[in-house]
């Protein structure tokens, strides 16, 4: 489905791509838990290229002394991914996140290139990737990105209603409202 300058995939797409989908975005899952396991709020995201992973990181600094909203796990990845691959083409790079990219993230992968996001779970709260492209100037005018939501989206949500159930970060936010909800009507 093509929406605005977006490549809208079902999340089924062809066999194969789903296949490679779902084992990148279970990386990604494997860097949430990292992320939880140390009270960080659980989005890991891997860098993929020619089904390699080029980068991997999770969620940094969501609370405690350095608390901060810069050091998200698209952010922490791209940085790394950058300064381990100066010159990398990154229009080639698939970004898997367990989360939607908020604005902040998605905005910055696109200037950086990356034009193909693949995630397990939406952020209702503050995703990026429903921003009109078109409406905006020449830079992100031209943009076409492939959009691929809701791959291994119930085990996203399992680990976001863990760090919901136990910790602060944006508790009583409309994230963990809508979070907590879908968890309880997953297990009736």
């Known amino acids: 489905m093509r929406e605005e300058g977006k490549e809208v995939t079902d999340k089924a797409g062809s066999g194969l791509q789903q296949k490679f989908d779902e084992q ?3 990386k990604a899952l494997d860097e949430a838990r990292i992320a ?18 080029v980068g991997r990181g999770h969620r940094q600094n969501s609370g405690g002394a350095l608390s901060n ?15 381990d691959h100066p010159g990398i083409d990154c229009s080639r790079v698939t970004a898997y996140c367990t989360m939607e990219p908020c604005l902040m993230c998605y905005t910055t992968m696109l ?18 990737t ?24 119930s085990e996203s949500l399992t680990l976001f209603s863990r760090f919901f159930q136990k910790y602060s970060y944006w508790q009583d936010s409309l994230l963990a409202d809508y979070t907590l909800e879908q968890w309880n009507r997953s297990r009736e």
């Open 69 to 83: 909203e810069i050091d998200h796990a698209e952010v922490v990845t791209l940085r790394k991914l950058l300064a």
């Open 130 to 153: 429903s921003l009109a492209l078109q409406g905006l100037s020449p830079l992100y005018k031209e943009m076409m990105v492939d959009l691929v939501p809701d791959v291994l989206r």
């Open 24 to 26: 990148f975005m279970r």
């Open 36 to 53: 939880l396991g140390a009270g960080e709020f659980p989005v890991g995201c891997v860098l993929v290229l020619d089904e390699h992973v």
């Open 111 to 128: 200037l950086s290139g990356i034009r193909r996001f693949v995630w397990a779970y939406e952020d209702v709260m503050g995703g990026g």
